[in-house]
């Protein structure tokens, strides 16, 4: 029993850290795309939007975010 327990819990932290690199890469790519924007060409609703998604991002901690955009270059990459 304890086994099963062990092993059902080992799989779901896989799963949770599987789907932690697919946020990372999210979040990652989502930067990249807020610091290319030049906002004086985007309709204000546009612009809006990508402020809000911006001060969201800003609100990770330094190392979170740097490992989010560590994750986005390696999808750049490939």
């Known amino acids: 029993m304890h086994s099963a327990e062990e092993n059902m819990l080992r799989a779901e932290l896989e799963l949770l850290m599987r ?26 609703r546009t612009v809006e939007a990508a402020d809000l998604l911006a001060t969201t991002i800003n609100q990770l901690p330094e190392d979170l975010l740097q490992d989010a955009l560590d994750a986005a270059h390696a999808t750049i990459i490939d």
């Open 19 to 44: 789907e932690r690199e697919v946020l990372l890469k999210i979040t990652g790519v989502a930067a990249g795309l807020i610091a290319e924007l030049n906002t004086t060409d985007l309709p204000i």
